[in-house]
């Protein structure tokens, strides 16, 4: 026994070793910044295939008969004891007379234990039905299919549960799947992985992001924005990589709403056993009748609004594990006298580090990017925001928007600070928009200052810099000091949280082997050094 013992003893002591070895030897750690800037070049033998699937794509297509649930999907609530599960039963219609189906016809049910038989546990939820209207003659209206939403309750973290979803009366269940909790919120406990991604689309490429995605295995999936793009494509189903282009004389911006059914078809076997944490983007937006926006969006997703304190479902925040996580909506007001604003004021002044140790911040569209492609386009929200963000010492923000990836060195007020977020720019899913390729640092390409703020928010609060080596100017003439990596390729980040004060993140590129790492770094947390500022914070 006690030899035993000691060679299980050695072993520990060995894990234990080597991972501090990883952790402070191989792998750079944030403690080196700041790092010297870095641009691998473009690969221009790889061009993806930014091509959207077709809707004769057998993963596109509807495969159910009847109201047998389909585009089924978990995600979080607030905490680990609860989860929300959605899909959609019925068949959505389109044209130019389309009659809802009736949400009341159909129940919301969900079976679900710790055993696939018998199921103990039974949740009743809610359902409803958007339509996209366009009141111009010839264009094409979309009503949905029946969208549920049940949350469940009383769950039991880091904890398997099995689950069918559907109505049992009419006999139309889903077949039995599975998902996992997430740990109790606590300094020791996180989920292994959690793969981020952004403006994913619907292509070849995207399709590719999700198969190496699948490869981590993640326990969780943060979508920073921009879903499935539909409103690339006019009513009738032609669409284009660029919309304004192809398009200009429409009179109003049209969208395709079946890509929506396409995108959740395509995700569920993914996201029918994996949470995933949507984000707004500015492609959701779609203007209807009635000056409506974002109704797809808002509808065939469940949010954790109210379970945290947030009367909007563009903010909310949540918990895994030892992470506190804060989305932020780029496209709803934002300044320090809107709700959004307040609502973040008080929802940072209740996290408890002791608890919560790490605070992760995401929106779509980034503050920090150096490409020319929105280049200082969301500035009015950094101007409203920033502040707030570094004086709690939030540790990592994830965007998307840009479709390329860059990591900043740890920043504030575009300076380098040890005490500031690590940015990460992840808006290269693949979309059928393509890659960002050009810098604002490279020679006449620093975009006109009047052609940058956000057509969705307006306002105009970007200036020419008033210090530092870009002093008296729009653009530096370089790749900015606190941008320390940044390259033009397709692909997406793993997070791994290892304890309260190390966090490994790793980007992968899709067109390299599963096992190749294009971007690595370890994020680490100085509490000590970098303590949460109480002065002139909002007081409860």
Request: negative net charge; charged residues 20%.
């Amino acid at each position: 026994m006690g030899l035993r013992f000691g060679k299980v003893a050695a072993a520990v002591l060995i894990f234990a070793t080597l991972n501090l070895f990883q952790i402070h030897g191989e792998i750079p750690t944030t403690l080196d910044e700041p790092f010297d800037p870095v641009t691998v070049p473009l690969d221009k033998s790889f061009r993806g295939n930014a091509i959207d699937l077709p809707d004769s794509d057998p993963r596109v297509k509807r495969s159910v008969l009847g109201f047998h649930p389909e585009q089924i999907s978990v995600s979080l609530s607030s905490t680990f004891d609860s989860v929300w599960i959605s899909w959609i039963t019925g068949e959505f219609q389109i044209g130019e007379n389309v009659k809802p189906l009736n949400p009341k016809t159909v129940a919301s049910v969900v079976h679900y234990g710790k055993l696939r038989f018998p199921m103990t546990h039974k949740a009743n939820g809610e359902s409803l039905v958007y339509s996209q209207l366009y009141p111009f003659e010839g264009l094409q209206n979309y009503t949905s299919g029946i969208i549920h939403h049940v949350r469940l309750t009383g769950l039991e973290p880091s904890t398997l549960y099995y689950y069918r979803c559907g109505d049992p009366s009419i006999q139309a269940m889903s077949d039995i799947y599975y998902f996992k909790t997430m740990p109790i919120s606590s300094p020791k406990s996180y989920p292994s992985r959690i793969a981020v991604i952004g403006d994913l689309g619907l292509t070849f490429n995207s399709s590719s992001t999700i198969e190496h995605l699948r490869r981590n295995k993640p326990d969780l999936i943060l979508l920073v924005g921009d879903v499935c793009y539909a409103n690339l494509y006019l009513t009738n189903g032609t669409g284009s990589d660029c919309y304004s282009c192809s398009f200009s004389d429409t009179p109003i911006h049209e969208t395709f709403q079946p890509r929506w059914d396409y995108w959740g078809r395509f995700m569920q076997p993914l996201v029918s056993k994996v949470p995933i944490m949507m984000v707004q983007g500015n492609h959701e937006l779609e203007e209807q009748a009635e000056n409506k926006t974002f109704v797809s969006y808002s509808s065939r997703f469940a949010f954790p609004s109210k379970e945290s304190g947030s009367s909007s479902k563009f903010y909310y925040s949540f918990n895994a594990g030892g992470i506190h996580f804060i989305v932020l909506g780029g496209y709803v007001a934002y300044n320090r006298s809107d709700d959004q604003y307040k609502w973040l004021e008080k929802d940072l002044a209740n996290v408890d580090r002791e608890v919560t140790p790490w605070l992760v911040a995401t929106w779509h569209p980034p503050w920090y990017t150096t490409y020319q492609a929105h280049y200082r386009e969301s500035e009015c929200m950094k101007v409203a925001m920033e502040d707030l963000l570094y004086q709690y010492r939030v540790d990592i923000v994830f965007n998307g928007h840009v479709h390329a990836y860059e990591r900043s060195n740890r920043v504030y007020n575009y300076n380098i600070d040890p005490c500031g977020p690590i940015y990460i720019s992840i808006g290269d899913g693949g979309n059928r928009e393509k890659m960002a390729i050009s810098h604002a640092d490279d020679p006449d390409s620093c975009p006109e200052p009047s052609t940058t703020p956000d057509a969705i928010m307006g306002g105009f609060c970007a200036f020419n810099f008033t210090a530092g080596p870009a002093s008296g100017q729009f653009c530096w003439d370089q790749q900015p000091d606190y941008s320390a990596y940044r390259e033009s390729s397709f692909g997406h980040g793993i997070l791994e949280v290892k304890n309260e004060t190390h966090a490994l993140w790793t980007w992968h590129r899709n067109q390299d082997m599963y096992n190749r790492i294009g971007d690595q770094i370890y994020v680490v947390r100085q509490p000590e050094r970098c303590p949460v500022q109480s002065e002139n914070l909002w007081i409860r």
